[in-house]
């Protein structure tokens, strides 16, 4: 089993809907949870991070994690066309020193 | 200001060849890491630079894989003798604080191809 689980997609959703990303993980030990953005031919950028559970929210990005199910959800509300990318989960515990675990990535397509 | 800036953009080369990849992070940054991201595969982490301590190498897969930091600045990561499933992306990151949450900002990365 993969530390860090996540659904590769593609995920294709019209302008305006609500997207749901998700992963899953085996770590109980992961306290820093992270959402990073990667447009093509581009390096991943941070979006947003929760450190340990609860929920974060920041514009139309609203970050969840549940550490007793050991799952976190990205959440996009009025999906736009700018919104495509891939979204990569990463995870870091205090033992992995400066390290995070990165997820494979759920590649997003909003259609005007 | 300037971010995180990697060459080459691509580099394609025969098995066998040595190449080298090279990284300028984020002035002032103390940390640098170096990640391999394979299609369909998350970011794979392969070394990491922390000031003037020794590199963590503990995610270089085998000793063809080789990186330096010189001056507590640029940074090469070398393969050598290098096989058809080094094809990847090549990202580097840097980031500027060694406690809580490090944010990591990444180049746009090298695109190897073995052929």
């Known amino acids: 089993q993969k530390e860090v689980e996540q659904d590769p997609g593609p995920l294709s959703v019209p302008e305006g809907a609500i997207v749901s990303l998700n992963c899953t993980y085996s770590?109980?030990?992961?306290?820093?949870f992270m959402w990073y953005r990667q447009y093509s031919r581009k390096g991943p950028e941070l979006l947003m991070y929760t450190y340990s559970s609860g929920n974060k929210e920041d514009g139309r990005f609203t970050a969840q994690v549940d550490k007793s199910s050991k799952y976190i959800s990205l959440f996009i509300r009025d999906s736009q066309p700018s919104d495509s990318a891939t979204y990569l989960c990463a995870m870091s515990a205090p033992d992995y020193g400066q390290n995070f675990v990165f997820g494979p990535g759920t590649r997003l397509s909003v259609l005007p | 200001g300037a971010g995180v800036s990697q060459s080459p953009s691509n580099k394609v080369t025969e098995k066998g060849k040595d190449v080298e990849l090279r990284c300028d992070p984020i002035s002032g940054h103390t940390a640098l890491y170096w990640y391999r991201q394979s299609l369909g595969q998350g970011l794979e982490f392969l070394i990491y630079?922390?000031?003037?301590?020794?590199?963590?190498k503990s995610g270089l897969p085998s000793d063809r894989f080789s990186a330096e930091r010189t001056g507590g600045s640029v940074s090469t990561l070398t393969i050598q003798r290098t096989q058809q499933e080094d094809s990847a992306v090549y990202l580097c990151?840097?980031?500027?604080?060694?406690?809580?949450?490090?944010?990591?900002?990444f180049g746009p990365g090298t695109r190897l191809t073995v052929l």
């Open positions: 990151a840097s980031s500027s604080r060694d406690r809580g949450l490090n944010e990591q900002f």
């Open positions: 770590n109980s030990a992961f306290q820093y």
């Open positions: 630079f922390q000031g003037n301590s020794a590199p963590d």
